[in-house]
């Protein structure tokens, strides 16, 4: 079965450092999509970044970006610079053929003024 | 601007009621979704529809029910069924199945209690 692990319940990061986040996940698919999902106080989940699992370029989106391993099955964010903004539940999730998207149980990510 | 929407943002229900959460997206998109979303929990997968009349259920359908009539429209109803139906609920919609490239678009939310 697919899954996606997030194993870091809760980061501290100080504003202006650089952070990491964790995910790793489990398929016996080739082709596949991964993304890094946001979710602020309000609720209201946006995409953070996306990573085509063809690819072998990480993806960026200004301060973030990610470090996809696909052989090791790890997809981690990078968010550097970091912003009171940045304050937030994050969520890896996993797509490959089909309807589903697997989400992980996130990290909050907390921001140190 | 397109987007989604749920309706209302704060619902409360007494035991026993079935309840329906609106979602609406005018984003022409094919898939639609709901996930419920506990403390300390990721997101959970209720129900799914890839076209209209059509829906499958995900991994924590007991006790809920959905109809797609309209491409744009996705209702979830809790029924008195559901044991724990107090929780966050998310809609959510995509290009349909087959294509690899795109991402989740999320609604707002709905918190739903019921007492």
């Known amino acids: 079965a697919q899954t996606v692990t997030q194993s870091q319940p809760e980061m501290s990061v100080q504003e202006a450092e650089t952070v990491t986040l964790s995910c790793t996940y489990d398929?016996?698919?080739?082709?596949?999509?991964l993304f890094w999902y946001k979710q602020p106080p309000s609720r209201q989940m946006i995409l953070v970044i996306r990573?085509?699992?063809?690819?072998?370029q990480n993806a960026t989106e200004n301060r973030f970006s990610v470090n996809f391993q696909k052989a090791a099955k790890s997809f981690s964010l990078k968010i550097s610079d970091s912003q009171l903004g940045d304050a937030a539940m994050y969520f890896c999730?996993?797509?490959?053929?089909?309807?589903?998207?697997?989400f992980g149980t996130g990290t909050r990510l907390k921001v140190l003024a | 601007d397109g987007g989604i929407t749920q309706s209302p943002k704060y619902l409360f229900r007494k035991e026993g009621q079935n309840v329906t959460l609106s979602c609406e997206q005018n984003?022409?998109?094919?898939?639609m979704y709901w996930y419920r979303q506990d403390p300390g929990q990721g997101l959970r997968l209720i129900y799914y529809?890839?076209?209209?009349?059509?829906?499958q259920k995900g991994d924590i359908a007991e006790g809920y029910s959905v109809s797609r009539e309209k491409k744009e429209s996705f209702p979830l109803t809790v029924t008195s069924a559901q044991k724990n139906p107090t929780a966050f609920y998310l809609c959510?919609?995509?290009?349909?199945?087959?294509?690899?490239?795109?991402?989740?678009?999320f609604g707002p939310g709905t918190r739903l209690t019921v007492t």
């Open positions: 990573q085509e699992a063809y690819k072998q």
């Open positions: 398929t016996s698919e080739s082709d596949y999509y």
């Open positions: 959510a919609s995509s290009m349909g199945a087959g294509t690899f490239l795109y991402e989740q678009y």
């Open positions: 529809s890839q076209i209209v009349n059509d829906f």
């Open positions: 999730a996993y797509r490959a053929g089909t309807y589903k998207y697997i």
């Open positions: 984003l022409n998109h094919d898939a």
